[in-house]
């Protein structure tokens, strides 16, 4: 058998070895999972009135606020998830078990395609979940098209893998789970620090480079132009760029942390 296919088999492997430790151990996936989806109820029901009168020129409209927020919200479960990832890489790399598998006969490679498979489809179901929530509670996008929605789920998709190879990165090179968890901390403030509750042009002059030059304000920007029309310039390119840019350097970084000599 050639090298694809088995690398293909072994990874297939640790997919699944990862899943059952996610439906075994629920609690962090939870806990993951209900930060968005609270941050999406207060903003809409305590703050909507109030935030939505700021954006749309001091006329209160909940409901358009909830169109505004609900792409923010998205890409913040994105960035939410693969912490989760980190803390589990940590736990395999400090327990052993990550020794014991480079004893055996199966592709180095596939343990670390493994994490980061299962921690993408973590991330693009809680989308779902988000989203479900949202809907519920009145967000529509009745103007993008099948194409758009498309396009929306392949960004939500490439966003959540860059992040994760960074967080595989930041699990292996953490002593222990506890110090993974705070490392991946970045991941969950930097939506918090965008264009997901407020324009940049809102901000204060000098906090506005900090949330304008940073990888999720262009995909939150990108994802409110295909799902409810809103000009999408260059952020697409430049979502694009990110995405990229981060899965290149988090794959070529967690690679090499994994492939040193663990004495």
């Not at 058998?1 to 962090?28: C, E, F, G, K």
């Not at 960074?166 to 222990?176: D, E, K, M, Q, S």
């Not at 901000?203 to 506005?208: A, D, E, K, R």
């Amino acid at each position: 058998m050639s090298a694809l296919p088995l690398t293909a088999r072994d990874s297939a492997t640790m997919l699944r070895r990862n899943l059952l430790h996610a439906r075994r151990y629920p609690s962090l996936t939870l806990n993951i999972l209900l930060t968005p989806i609270v941050l999406l109820l207060l903003f809409v029901y305590v703050f909507g009135e109030v935030m939505s009168a700021g954006i749309a020129g001091g006329v209160p409209d909940r409901s358009a606020y909830l169109a505004y927020l609900v792409p923010g919200v998205l890409l913040m479960t994105i960035g939410a998830t693969p912490a989760g990832s980190a803390v589990s890489v940590a736990m395999d790399m400090s327990e052993g078990i990550v020794a014991r598998f480079r004893t055996m006969a199966i592709h180095r490679g596939s343990i670390l395609i493994g994490h980061v498979v299962g921690s993408v489809l973590q991330s693009l179901i809680s989308v779902v979940v988000v989203g479900a929530v949202a809907v519920t509670i009145g967000f529509r996008s009745t103007d993008a098209t099948a194409v758009e929605w498309l396009a929306a789920f392949g960004l939500l998709a490439m966003v959540a893998l860059a992040f994760t190879w960074i967080a595989v990165g930041l699990g292996i090179a953490a002593p222990n789970p506890e110090a993974a968890s705070n490392h991946a901390m970045p991941l969950m403030i930097l939506p918090l620090i965008s264009s997901a509750f407020v324009p940049v042009d809102a901000m204060p002059g000098w906090f506005q480079p900090i949330a304008q030059y940073q990888p999720f304000t262009p995909a939150i920007e990108t994802l409110r132009g295909l799902l409810l029309g809103t000009p999408i310039g260059n952020n697409g390119w430049l979502t694009v760029a990110w995405c990229l840019g981060l899965t290149v350097l988090g794959y070529l970084w967690s690679k090499a942390l994994f492939n040193r000599d663990p004495s």
